[in-house]
C-alpha cells in the first residue's frame, strides 16, 4: 500500500486538496457522504483519506491498520480520492504534526481539512487544536447526531467570526486560516461505533 499511496500523493502548486483523517474503523457509507460533499461544495482537485494508525484520544484500539486501509481503498475508489498511509508511514499521531509537515513538503498546495460534525464537538479537547484552525482553513460537514452540539460547541463559538457562509464554500480552500463553513446536507444514518455495536 505504500508504494501506491507515495505515488498517489504527488501534488502540484495550486491544486486545493482536502485532508479526510479519521481510523475509519470500518469505513462506511457516512464517511463516503462526507468525502463527496466536500469534494462537490469546495471544487476540490483531490481529498485524502488520511488513515490513522490509532486515535490518541480514544482508549479502544483501532483494528488492523493494512486491513482499515484496504477497507478503505474498496469504498473510496472514485478517482480524485487519495487513500493515504502517511501518518503511519512518519509515526505522526496528532494531526497538529500532520499539518506542519504537509506544509512543509506543499507550500504552494490549498489544503482544507474536513471533518464531520461530531469532531467539532470535541476538537477542543484535541492537542494544539487552536493551532488547527489557524494552520489550515475547516471545512465541516453534518451528522444527524451532532448537528446543534458541534454549532454550540467552544471552537465553533470561539470562531464564529471566521465561519463563511455555505454558500461561499467554493472559496474556503483560497482562503487563509483560521477560515470554516459548515456545510449542510441530507444526513446519512452510518456511524463506525454503530456498526461495530452491530457486529
Known amino acids: 500500500m505504500s508504494r501506491t499511496a507515495l505515488k498517489s500523493e504527488l501534488l502540484v502548486p495550486g491544486m486545493r486538496v482536502g485532508l479526510f483523517g479519521g481510523t475509519f474503523d470500518p469505513p462506511h ?16 482537485d ?16 483501532a483494528g488492523d ?10 469504498l473510496a475508489s472514485e478517482p480524485r480520492m487519495v487513500i493515504s498511509d502517511i501518518e503511519a508511514r512518519l509515526g505522526i499521531n496528532r494531526t497538529v504534526d500532520l ?9 504552494g498546495v490549498r489544503f482544507v481539512w474536513i471533518m464531520g460534525a461530531d469532531n467539532l464537538s470535541t476538537i477542543h479537547r484535541w492537542g494544539h487544536w ?14 444527524p447526531t451532532d448537528a446543534v452540539r458541534a454549532r454550540l460547541s467552544p471552537a ?8 463563511i457562509p455555505e454558500d461561499q ?21 452510518h456511524s463506525s461505533t454503530a456498526l461495530r455495536e452491530r457486529d
Open 99 to 107: 499539518m506542519r509537515e504537509l506544509k512543509r513538503r506543499h507550500p
Open 29 to 44: 457509507a457516512g464517511h463516503l457522504h462526507v468525502a463527496r460533499t466536500a469534494m462537490r461544495r469546495l471544487k476540490l
Open 65 to 74: 491498520h493494512v486491513r482499515r486501509m484496504n477497507a478503505v481503498a474498496a
Open 156 to 163: 465553533a463559538q470561539i470562531h464564529a467570526r471566521d465561519r
Open 130 to 143: 487552536r493551532e488547527i484552525f489557524a494552520s489550515y482553513p475547516i471545512a465541516v460537514v453534518s451528522r
Open 169 to 189: 464554500a467554493r472559496v474556503l480552500a483560497g482562503l487563509p486560516a483560521p477560515a470554516w463553513t459548515y456545510l449542510t446536507e441530507p444526513y446519512h444514518p
Open 46 to 61: 483531490r481529498l485524502w483519506w488520511l488513515v490513522s494508525p490509532q486515535n490518541p484520544l480514544k482508549a479502544r484500539q
